[in-house]
């Protein structure tokens, strides 16, 4: 599995959640999509208020399965709109996107 996943915080989130976590891992893969989408516009127009916001959401959805190379460019992407700096965001982003492509395809064979 990739740096987008820390196997520890989803092993020990899967046992703390118990049956829940089936949720939140669905919810995660409903929602989490459209954040993603949105954030690519944002980055695309230089909106750094959206950037900040959404980049926190997904930086906070992501640090609560274990996802946490994705919360951290996450993170990033936040501090960057946060900061109205735009130098390096489609960077960011992608590597963002690459990360949150490796976890949908975890968390689905989790899934199956």
Request: avoid cysteine; hydrophobic fraction near 45%; aromatic fraction near 8%.
């Amino acid at each position: 599995m990739s740096s987008a996943m820390d196997m520890n915080a989803y092993a020990e989130m899967k046992s703390v959640m118990g049956d829940v976590f089936h949720d939140v891992i669905n919810t995660f893969l409903e929602f989490m999509p459209g954040q993603i989408q949105a954030l690519g516009l944002a980055v695309q127009e230089n909106n750094n208020d959206e950037i900040f916001a959404i980049a926190h959401r997904i930086k906070s959805s992501s640090g609560s399965i274990g996802a946490l190379g994705l919360a951290s460019l996450a993170e990033q992407l936040e501090m960057q709109g946060k900061s109205k700096i735009n130098d390096g965001n489609t960077d960011l982003f992608q590597q963002l996107q690459d990360n949150f492509d490796s976890v949908v395809s975890f968390l689905q064979a989790e899934l199956a």
